[in-house]
Structures are given as structure tokens and as C-alpha cells.
């Protein structure tokens, strides 16, 4: 099992173009990346890359995940 933000990273990676939130959810059930409970996930993984961004911007870290539009994100290394 994946963390959701470790899921969502490598969904995009394999995917090669930005996705919506429910795709990289529904993409990460299928696969058995992930498990949740919630009944919100695509808002959770939402405000989980948000919060990574953040983190890592704090810390002078590299950002892996860009905001593309909305509910959908890619990944900064594609720039």
C-alpha cells in the first residue's frame, strides 16, 4: 500500500499527463494502491498534494506536483 500523495505520484508518472483527483483515486482502487474508508477521497488526496506542496516548500524542497487546473494535477518534473 501507497500513501495517497506516493499513489498519486506514481499514477502520474506512469500516466505521462495531468489527471483529475477522482481519476488518480478511481486509478489507485483499481491497482490496490491505496485503501480508504472516507467518503470523500478525491477531497482528501485534494488537500494532500496541497499540503505536500507546502511542506516542501517550507523545507526549500523540490515540488513534485503542480496544479494544472481544477482538481487536476501533474507533475513538475514534465516542465
Same mark, same amino acid.
Request: charged share 35%; glycine share 6%; hydrophobic share 35%.
Given at each position: 500500500? @501507497?500513501?495517497?500523495? +506516493?499513489?498519486? @505520484?506514481?499514477?502520474?508518472? +506512469?500516466?505521462? #499527463?495531468?489527471?483529475?483527483?477522482?481519476?488518480?483515486?478511481?486509478?489507485?482502487?483499481? #491497482?490496490?494502491?491505496? /485503501?480508504? /474508508?472516507?467518503?470523500?477521497?478525491?477531497?482528501?488526496?485534494?488537500?494532500?498534494?496541497?499540503? &505536500?506542496?507546502?511542506?516542501?516548500? &517550507? #523545507?526549500?524542497?523540490?515540488?513534485?506536483?503542480?496544479?494544472?487546473?481544477?482538481?487536476?494535477?501533474?507533475?513538475? +518534473?514534465? /516542465?
Amino acid at each position: 500500500m @501507497y500513501s495517497k500523495t +506516493e499513489a498519486a @505520484y506514481k499514477i502520474l508518472k +506512469e500516466s505521462k #499527463k495531468p489527471l483529475h483527483v477522482a481519476d488518480i483515486i478511481k486509478i489507485a482502487l483499481e #491497482k490496490k494502491l491505496i /485503501k480508504t /474508508k472516507g467518503k470523500t477521497p478525491e477531497s482528501t488526496l485534494a488537500v494532500d498534494l496541497l499540503l &505536500e506542496n507546502r511542506r516542501r516548500t &517550507e #523545507k526549500g524542497a523540490k515540488l513534485r506536483f503542480v496544479k494544472v487546473g481544477s482538481g487536476t494535477w501533474g507533475l513538475t +518534473e514534465w /516542465k
